[in-house]
């Protein structure tokens, strides 16, 4: 039964997609760090936000 929305399937799955992002981008060069990374971390981010809406 669903009583919140951590309980949807579509917000599982979308936060373990932003969680496996965030890992791979811990492994990018340190130069990286503040400009493509940040980028696909904040955009994975948005993307579990509104996925579910």
């Known amino acids: 039964m669903i009583k ?5 399937d ?3 799955l979308s936060y373990a997609i932003a969680m496996d992002i965030f890992k791979l ?3 990018f060069p ?3 760090r503040y400009s493509l990374t ?3 971390v904040r955009s994975s981010v948005l993307f579990r936000k509104y996925c579910w809406w």
């Open 30 to 32: 340190k130069e990286e």
């Open 38 to 40: 940040d980028q696909i």
């Open 10 to 12: 579509v917000f599982k």
């Open 25 to 27: 981008t811990r492994n």
């Open 4 to 8: 919140t929305v951590f309980d949807l």
